[in-house]
């Protein structure tokens, strides 16, 4: 029975197709978590500072005019963009491991740096440059290994990993 | 004597964005998968979970503790000493907190890493 034989490589073919794509989505979307990581840590700063700086100093004895600097839109929008980041970050520490997402956020100076350099065209210096080099080296580093090596043993609701804490810390291989 | 306000102020802040950051990546691995969670049951039952962990809120304090620790900082030192000596200190800070407290694997590469990364944002922010 050939035809049979055939359908069925085709089927198996075709699940390993959905799946490979399904994995793929998923790495696609994690990435992009971590670029709204580094993206909105960086814009939301520069605003709220843009805002803070139009406001003016605030003192602890004129604390009423804290709330007068939250009418400005810089702050406003810097501050939702702050959100956002935090809503990236949580995202991102719930599959990925602490020093996996610590060097995406230390990326966004990297950004502001070349924001400044390119649209502000302002002058950076070389100890500025040797130390973009260093953070963007380092976030290299580590995004080519494993995002998860942590035992799974406290996570709840997941059972498809051996309750003895034990487990070879393959669980990243996702990536 | 200064000196000894700042560097205490900023040791107080390492500490504090420490402890923060510790907590909230504990919380969020009780929590599971924000991805799978919410394909399988949605939003609001992703937000009642973060909510209902203790952890979570016990970091945020943490972190708001570290933000106004940072601002008396920054009032005693400073600017171009405190916020990049408090910012990378902070890295290296995590990366032993992690191994410790989170059990994560910080091998070599991700010491390099970390290491690399806290002195990019000494020279890039000093």
């Given at each position: 029975m050939p035809g049979i034989q055939l359908r069925k490589g085709l089927a198996s073919t075709g699940t390993w197709y959905r799946e490979l794509r399904t994995d793929l989505q998923v790495t696609f979307r994690k990435y992009l978590v971590l670029a709204g990581v580094t993206v909105f840590a960086a814009a939301g700063d520069t605003m709220l500072s843009h805002g803070m700086k139009q406001t003016g100093s605030i003192s602890i004895h004129h604390l009423q005019s804290l709330l007068f600097a939250l009418l400005n839109p810089w702050v406003s929008i810097g501050i939702l963009l702050l959100l956002a980041f935090f809503a990236a970050y949580m995202n991102a520490l719930s599959w990925a491991d602490l020093t996996y997402v610590l060097p995406a956020t230390s990326l966004g100076y990297v950004l502001l740096a070349l924001v400044a350099r390119f649209a502000l065209h302002e002058q950076i210096s070389i100890l500025r440059w040797l130390g973009i080099t260093l953070i963007a080296g380092g976030v290299g580093f580590v995004a080519g290994g494993e995002a998860l090596t942590s035992h799974p043993s406290h996570q709840r609701g997941d059972a498809s990993f051996a309750p003895d804490g034990d487990v070879p810390a393959v669980m990243g291989a996702e990536r | 004597m200064t000196h000894v306000y700042t560097w205490s102020g900023i040791l107080v802040v390492v500490l504090f964005s420490v402890v923060g950051d510790v907590l909230m990546s504990r919380a969020m691995k009780q929590v599971g998968d924000v991805h799978q969670l919410l394909k399988q049951q949605g939003v609001w039952r992703v937000i009642t979970r973060v909510l209902s962990t203790p952890s979570f809120f016990m970091g945020i304090s943490a972190m708001a503790v570290a933000f106004f620790s940072l601002l008396f900082a920054l009032s005693w030192g400073d600017v171009s000493l405190v916020a990049p000596a408090a910012a990378s200190l902070t890295f290296i800070g995590n990366a032993f907190a992690a191994k410790i407290f989170?059990?994560?694997?910080?091998?070599r590469r991700r010491w390099i890493a970390a290491l690399m990364v806290a002195a990019g944002v000494a020279l890039l922010a000093g």
């Open positions: - | 989170l059990h994560e694997r910080v091998d």
